[in-house]
């Protein structure tokens, strides 16, 4: 799920949707993951009202004012305001990574997101099962069979077309050391070659493909210049 891009790694941490930059250096020194274990609930929880925000910073305003914000309950996700446009603000944890990702249990993620209608109809439901997996006390592995069976027995939904989501918040927590990445886009597509976008080639604006084989998709990320706020993002990101 990893990738080289110059001097630096970009680790896909949402199998989807929540992405860490940080020094290769530093990776290798902790290819044993920190955070073994789930962390007690209390770390992963927000206060209501912040976590609404941090949702709704995902996007520009012109998106998200209308949009669905879930929040994050002791067992699983709630709607906290109700939409009308179909998208969907969350703010995801580090349990949306991929398994063997060392941030899966890190108390500090906080990947605030906003799907479109077709990606909510998607990303939502599995975000949701895999939270309410794990505050139920399964572990990764389990939580990975379940969503694995629930797939098979068609209790998820298979991907639609058009799925994307904005990652725009300047808010969000990714990594350690606190803050986000660049302002990006991510697009969902099914099972796909990522070299048929020119994912990661010098110069192209897709810069990371990734073949998704638990939540079965591919996703694709394209930075842009501007945070929702509508300020110029630093080249390079944090």
């Known amino acids: 799920m990893n990738m080289k891009w110059n001097v630096l790694k970009i680790l896909a941490v949402r199998s989807f949707a929540v992405v860490v930059l940080v020094p290769a250096a530093w990776q290798a020194q902790n290819a044993k993951t920190p955070y073994p274990k789930m962390a007690p609930v209390e770390q992963y929880m927000m206060e209501r009202s912040a976590e609404i925000a941090m949702a709704l910073s995902a996007a520009p305003p012109s998106i998200s004012r209308d949009a669905e914000v879930m929040v994050m309950g002791r067992h699983g996700y709630e709607v906290a305001v109700k939409g009308k446009n179909g998208f969907v603000c969350m703010v995801e944890r580090g349990w949306t990574a991929g398994l063997d990702d060392p941030v899966f249990w890190n108390p500090k993620i906080r990947g605030p997101i906003c799907f479109n209608p077709p990606a909510a109809r998607f990303n939502v439901p599995i975000t949701v099962k895999k939270t309410e997996l794990v505050l139920a006390g399964r572990s990764k592995e389990q939580m990975a069979e379940a969503i694995k069976t629930a797939f098979d027995k068609k209790e998820l939904p298979a991907i639609g077309s058009g799925a994307m989501c904005y990652m725009l918040s300047k808010q969000?927590?990714?990594?350690?050391?606190?803050?986000?990445?660049?302002?990006?886009?991510?697009?969902?597509?099914?099972?796909?070659?990522?070299?048929?976008?020119?994912?990661?080639?010098?110069?192209?604006?897709?810069?990371?493909?990734?073949?998704?084989?638990?939540?079965?998709f591919t996703l694709f990320m394209v930075p842009v210049g501007q945070w929702s706020d509508g300020t110029a993002a630093s080249v390079g990101g944090h």
């Open 172 to 216: 969000g927590s990714l990594n350690d050391h606190g803050g986000n990445w660049q302002p990006h886009l991510m697009f969902f597509v099914p099972d796909t070659d990522p070299e048929t976008w020119g994912a990661g080639l010098v110069g192209s604006p897709v810069v990371v493909g990734i073949k998704d084989t638990l939540d079965r």
